[in-house]
């Protein structure tokens, strides 16, 4: 990090085209060569690809699982900068208020270090500190990598492997919150809130007064980290009771509160005074109304093995980059879902259930909103931390305990809803008439065009042809028979064995018309002609 701190725009930028260059981009891509760019690339780039293995619905597998591997290894600050940086942000009030800090860090990464210390009150606290200037650090590695796409072609080299474009925005919004340290600590009061009355589950107290955008401070967590099986052995801790109020817990974040911790590894995780302590809420997913919703239909419709029901779920709340074949997509949920759920849940592999639900996803260019894919990612680890605990231990277990609640019906809710959406119905229809008015105004005027797109409706398209075809030559016949019948019952000449020659010949013409209706139809759809 103190590389780029020290290095010119025009410099970094010139390392960043030589690091490409170095690894010949121009001539493709694979996984590995991916990770390893980035990794050059230094700490941005690195967060850059992790944020992209969260994101399986976009990305294929094997780049996904590549990217996994990426670590933030940065060597922390000294201890003189904590203490400037301290200094710049508190001025004498840190005095005033604290009676030490540890010199040695508890942790380091890309963004922030963190430390321990005592206040004056004999509180211990944890300061999570921002590295000076690494907002504009970022921000100039963000504006030079768009730069060095541009130059380089890029955005055309790698478009069958990432959208570069999508994952540098996405990249720098996350980047962005987690840099603001006042957004964490509004997370973990939120958190902490929402499950004040539960009696096994805690979060750190926020010091709102000496928190800042680029200092955090919060309550130090003295307890065991949840993996430490011998220390919560010589505790009396019961582990599998542990990971059952676990997964029941942040099943329950996901379902009922929609507000979940997107990184709940061992690290995050401590067991003090018979409760689960959360920490570090730098990176919480956050599910609307209808995706929450959404979640839930999903939930149920895995729960009562509704394919077409879970079918729907995706593609209402998924972005489909380009035309789906319908019937494909659903004949491959179908397999996934028996593939899965006929094997009793406690069996299930959670993390592969996840990898192969977004394989499908990739494969027919689904993308799936942020908040879904970063609780994709958080299941597998949730996963994991559940399996060091319990080896028996099964994540689908735990949400299938909530099928009664998923699938029973709440009548009051459901006649609300409906008296609601009828009353809305009657509402609009009101204004049916006036805006079919409108509309057909505007059509009559060129200011609406309609554009019909049939997802794979190629052949259905052709039947219709065929039959709209064939009805316009039987209508042409039924006109030449009739046309020609008036024409007999006048005088007109000439004749043709005592008929008006006109009407003579319109007969013999329907009667062409008709066998060769006849012969196209009988013969030759056999044989899987157009007509």
Known sequence: MSDTKT??????????????????????????????????????FVKIGQIMSTRQDLFSQRYCKELMKLRSHVTPMPF?????????????????????????????????????????????VVLKIQRPKIYEWMERDVALLRKAVKILNLSDIVSSVVDLDMVIDEFWYTAKQEMDFTIEAQFAKRFKNEYKDCKFIDAPKIYDEYTRKNILVMEYVDGVEITDSKKLDELGYDRSEIADKLAFNYISQIIENGFFHADPHSGNLRIR????????????????????????????????????????????IGDCKKEIDYSAFCNDMDKFVNQYLSVPYAQIDVAKLVQDMFSICHVYSI?????????????????????????????????????????????????????????????????????????????QRGQIKVNLNLMGSQAPLAKIDQMVNRLIVCVLIAALVVGSSLICTTKMKPTIMGIPALGFFGYIFALGMSVWLFFKMLFLHRRNKSF
């Not at 009030?93 to 800090?101: A, G, P, Q, Y």
Request: overall charge negative.
């Open 367 to 443: 993308s799936l909103p942020k908040g879904i894919s970063m609780l994709a990612r958080s299941m597998m680890t949730i996963e994991g931390t559940l399996t060091a605990l319990d080896p028996n231990m099964n994540t689908m277990k735990i949400a299938m305990s909530h099928k009664s609640s998923l699938t029973q019906i709440d009548w009051q809710k459901e006649i609300k809803s409906g008296f609601k959406r009828s009353v809305d119905a009657l509402s609009h229809s009101i204004d049916i008439p006036v805006q079919a008015s409108d509309v057909l105004k505007m059509v």
């Open 273 to 316: 005074d018979n409760q689960i302590v959360w920490i570090d809420f730098g990176m919480m997913g956050i599910l609307d109304a209808n995706e929450r919703e959404t979640m839930k239909s999903a939930v149920r419709a895995i729960a009562l093995k509704d394919t077409q029901k879970l079918v729907d779920c995706i593609l209402m």
């Open 7 to 44: 290095m010119s725009t025009s410099a970094r930028f010139a390392q960043i085209v030589s690091i490409l260059r170095k690894h010949h981009i121009q001539k493709g891509m694979d996984p590995v060569k991916f990770r390893m760019i980035l990794e050059d690339l230094g700490p941005t």
């Open 80 to 124: 003189s900068m904590v203490e400037q940086i301290i200094q710049d942000t508190y001025g004498d009030l840190f005095h005033e208020e604290f009676e030490s800090i540890d010199e040695i860090c508890l942790g380091s990464a890309s963004i922030a270090q963190v430390h321990a210390a005592t206040l004056k009150t004999k509180e211990r």
